[in-house]
């Protein structure tokens, strides 16, 4: 054997030790399902209730971040209209 093959084997062998002899993925799958977090309603609850935090905190983020560089044609991208957050939409004219 050539040492060149050797030190194939060798390195085929380190690969497979480091991802634990499993096939990467090829980036072609789809994915077809995703089970269901049925029976437990305040877990369910919980995990909206954290994704609603993110969401404000990233809003709210955005706002400071334009507060601080006025230079924008528009002052906020989040408008505050009677109660709701809105996304304010550019008019094209």
Given at each position: ?93
């Amino acid at each position: 054997m050539s040492k060149y093959f050797k030190a194939y084997e060798k390195g085929k062998a380190a690969w497979k030790a480091l991802t634990g002899g499993k096939q990467r993925t090829t980036g072609t799958e789809v994915i077809t399902s995703v089970p269901p977090s049925v029976g437990n309603k305040s877990l369910s609850k919980l995990k909206i209730q954290v994704q609603k935090t993110k969401a404000s905190g990233a809003k709210l983020k955005q706002t400071l971040w334009e507060s601080k560089n006025k230079k924008r044609e528009e002052r906020f991208t989040f408008a505050y209209d009677r109660g709701n957050v809105t996304k304010k939409s550019k008019k094209k004219d």
